[in-house]
Nanobody, 117 residues
């Protein structure tokens, strides 16, 4: 089992910045990628950014150039630095971890990000 705890969400004005953190614990050795997804009511959860154990990154087109995903292996923590935030970035942001062998996905409880115009 892997446990994920997010923090760092909140309310910010358009153009502002926030940094999300996701602390992982448990069977960390079984994880080969972590990432962030977001969801708004009535819509499917969508990928924001992912980072592999080898530090390869992938971003949704809508956040490229504004968001940066990074990780601190020593602290088993993944970060999402969000700059130039837009009202359309408003969502619940979920941390994700994927197992290497089974591709099983673990999820955090989510943190609300609200961007006011």
């Amino acid at each position: 089992q892997v446990q994920l705890v997010e923090s760092g969400g909140g309310l910010v004005q358009a153009g502002g910045s926030l940094r999300l953190s996701c602390a992982a614990s448990g069977r960390i050795f079984s994880i080969n990628a972590m990432g962030w997804y977001r969801q708004v009511p009535g819509k499917q959860r969508e990928l924001v950014a992912t980072i592999t154990r080898g530090s390869s990154t992938n971003y949704a087109d809508s956040v490229k150039g504004r968001f940066t995903i990074s990780r601190d292996s020593a602290e088993n923590t993944v970060y999402l630095q969000m700059n130039s935030l837009k009202p359309e970035d408003t969502a619940v942001y979920y941390c994700n971890a994927r197992e290497r062998d089974s591709s099983y996905n673990y999820w955090g409880r989510g943190t609300q990000v609200t961007v006011s115009s």
